[in-house]
């Protein structure tokens, strides 16, 4: 099986994150890479005869539960570090944005969709904040992952993605001050990312 390699990402200058934070969660990425590669080698050496013997399956079992943690840690990472802006953003998206539009139309204002977001993002526990699309209607809705693994939305596209573990800001602000960083994440968001990221149709609302 083919090694993942971790991604080198040019993001520096952020307002309200620092360098030095960036740097701790870029080894932090880095190691969920590692992880998902050794736990890829262990579960081949499993298969390397075509069947899991029984007396092998519990620990067959829960290097693949194991999997999905290191795995959806490593992905989940490359979005958030992509939709970052080196240099910071601009705050909101403009107004002719495809982005602004589309949350307009699953939630009848940007600022409806935005209010609700940084709410997910508030919620108490580590975790993340995802706002994803439907491919069958264009609809945008966000949600809470649990973990990494626990909450993703089967066949949903991830447009923004938001890290709430303690990780991404606790050099920067105090655990309760997590209200300050997400502030800070929207002022660097890439919302060119968004827009590529997302599929052009006219979203149906949320509650259709």
Same mark, same amino acid.
């Given at each position: ?26 080894? $932090?990425?880095?190691?969920?890479? /590692? ?6 080698? /262990?579960?081949?050496?499993? +298969? ?71 709410? %997910?993002? /508030? ?16 609809? $945008? ?6 973990? #990494? ?9 991830? %447009? ?6 303690? #990780?991404?800001?606790? +050099? ?37």
């Amino acid at each position: 099986m083919e090694s993942y390699k971790a991604r080198q990402f040019n993001l520096s200058n952020l307002k309200g994150i620092s360098d030095e934070t960036l740097e701790m969660h870029f080894k $932090l990425y880095e190691g969920y890479v /590692k992880e998902t590669n050794k736990l890829n080698e /262990k579960i081949s050496e499993f +298969l390397k005869d075509g069947k899991v013997d029984q007396d092998e399956f519990a620990e067959y079992s829960e290097l693949n539960r194991r999997l999905g943690f290191e795995y959806n840690g490593m992905v989940l990472h490359e979005y958030y570090f992509d939709n970052l802006q080196t240099g910071g953003g601009t705050g909101d998206p403009n107004q002719t944005s495809a982005f602004r539009k589309s949350a307009e139309q699953s939630f009848g204002s940007y600022d409806i969709w935005k209010a609700e977001f940084v709410g %997910v993002g /508030k919620m108490r526990g580590v975790g993340w904040a995802i706002c994803y699309q439907n491919p069958t209607n264009g609809a $945008l809705s966000n949600h809470w992952i649990t973990l #990494h693994e626990t909450g993703n939305i089967a066949g949903f596209t991830p %447009v923004l993605v938001m890290d709430v573990w303690e #990780h991404a800001y606790i +050099l920067d602000y105090k655990p309760a001050d997590r209200p300050k960083y997400i502030e800070a994440f929207f002022s660097n968001i890439d919302w060119k990312v968004l827009e590529q990221r997302l599929q052009h149709q006219k979203a149906q609302p949320i509650a259709a």
